[in-house]
């Protein structure tokens, strides 16, 4: 018998766990959006790219090294003719069989070409950090949004399918009265007509259950819908936003990145227009090489080496207008970053007016549906009695009841809706209003 009781338990406690892993929550959903979702990711990989774009700027700074080596397995020597005390000598050019180079070169100034270039990228990294900081926080509140809309599809498909069963008790009801003369035809054709509707209406919400679990499953970067979502819609007070009084850009991630960029593009434009200042290096190169003989290895007898070092200045006089395009692509691309910017801030400004009038309106709307929900169950209440005594007709029983699922349908949108703007809200601000965790 103990025995028996043990696999029950044990039965019954992986069927528990079993049912446990098959519902998400939204804390699950914000922590696998975070680290599965396509966009965080790409956003992340910006990031990380333009961190190594400021370390390529470097360059600028840092001496380069490079090596080379060569043999040659024939040739035929250049002749010079020289004139020695009136005689004619032809002299073979000698070329090393093997080579080996080592060169150095360590830029000295550039016009501050390279400053501004580092200037530039890091600005970029700059950009691009708030860039994928901006991301996290839009696809958190994102998923917050989905999660809410999956689960408020969820509620209107049951008060779609209590108003399919009620209305399917009141056909049978109708049929029988037909029969024993207390209904006529033009009832049962009536509640045959809401039925027909009740029966759309849950289909629609059927179809509403799997496109919100589609789109939560696509932001969070999964191929399979995701299981069934557990929770409550929350009830959001007006008094949230009663902070929140004016727009602040500052505390937008977005728009300090689009900042960051068009300081970018300015200072890269600084580094483009310095074409026309000359390049000071200094160089030096160390040559190791045999033109005695054929060998590569004979480096008792076959080897010498030799060296140079000194100061290069180079000044790029033309280019073929290479450089000049290039420094007034880099001024337009300078000019399209700000008027970007400014667009932005002018979206941001009419977002933030436009969501907290309609977060205000929606709960608004949530407090008279919650008043229509007790006024309607009290006319449910008070419509049956009234049938059970003969003062009332099944059709006034059959209008309260589609009034009373009509106001908590109402009452849910008027959630979601809520919801919707008040994250909305938050993604114009850059503020985190309210942790729905």
Same mark, same amino acid.
């Given at each position: ?91 073979? !050019?000698? %070329?090393?069989?093997? $080579?080996?180079? &080592? ?10 070409? =390279? /400053? +501004? ?44 399918? !209590?108003? %399919?069963?009620?209305? $399917?008790?009141? &056909? ?10 207390? =209904? /006529? +035809? ?53 008094? &949230? ?197």
């Amino acid at each position: 018998m103990n025995h028996l009781k043990w696999i029950f338990s044990s039965f019954i406690l992986f069927v528990s766990l079993e049912s446990h892993s098959q519902v998400l929550n939204l804390g699950e959903a914000v922590t696998e959006a975070l680290t599965q979702s396509p966009k965080v990711q790409k956003s992340e990989s910006q990031y990380k790219e333009s961190s190594w774009k400021k370390t390529e700027t470097y360059s600028g700074f840092l001496p380069t090294l490079s090596a080379n080596a060569s043999y040659l397995f024939d040739k035929k020597y250049a002749l010079v003719d020289v004139n020695m005390n009136n005689t004619p000598l032809t002299i073979p !050019q000698v %070329v090393p069989t093997t $080579n080996l180079y &080592l060169t150095a070169q360590w830029s000295l100034f550039d016009g501050f070409s =390279s /400053t +501004n270039r580092y200037l530039s990228a890091g600005a970029f990294e700059d950009s691009a950090k708030n860039d994928y900081d901006w991301t996290r926080f839009q696809v958190e509140r994102e998923v917050v949004v989905l999660f809410y809309k999956a689960l408020a599809a969820k509620e209107l498909k049951a008060v779609a399918e !209590q108003n %399919v069963r009620a209305l $399917n008790d009141h &056909l049978k009801d109708v049929r029988l009265f037909k029969k024993v003369g207390t =209904s /006529t +035809n033009y009832d049962v054709l009536r509640v045959e007509v809401q039925m027909s509707e009740a029966q759309s209406e849950l289909l629609n919400a059927t179809d509403n259950v799997e496109v919100a679990r589609a789109r939560l499953s696509e932001a969070l970067g999964k191929d399979q819908d995701v299981p069934e979502v557990e929770g409550a819609l929350p009830r959001l007070k007006p008094e &949230l936003v009663a902070k929140v009084t004016e727009f602040n850009s500052n505390e937008r991630k977005d728009l300090q990145s689009l900042r960051q960029k068009a300081e970018g593009f300015r200072y890269q434009e600084d580094s483009a227009e310095k074409y026309w200042v000359p390049r000071l290096a200094l160089i030096g190169q160390y040559q190791y090489y045999n033109n005695r003989n054929d060998r590569f290895d004979d480096y008792e007898n076959g080897f010498r080496d030799a060296w140079q070092y000194g100061i290069s200045l180079t000044w790029n006089i033309f280019d073929g207008m290479t450089s000049i395009s290039r420094s007034k692509q880099s001024i337009e691309q300078k000019y399209q970053a700000e008027k970007t910017l400014r667009q932005a801030e002018l979206k941001a400004k009419r977002d933030f007016d436009f969501w907290k009038r309609k977060y205000l309106y929606y709960c608004a709307v949530f407090e008279a549906r919650q008043n229509d929900i007790a006024k309607s169950e009290e006319s449910v209440r008070l419509s049956r009695e009234g049938q059970k005594v003969g003062a009332r007709t099944n059709t006034d029983v059959l209008d309260a009841e589609a009034e009373l699922y009509r106001a908590k349908a109402g009452a849910v949108n008027a959630q979601i809706g809520a919801i919707e703007a008040l994250v909305n809200l938050e993604l114009s601000t850059g503020q985190k209003l309210v942790d729905f965790n």
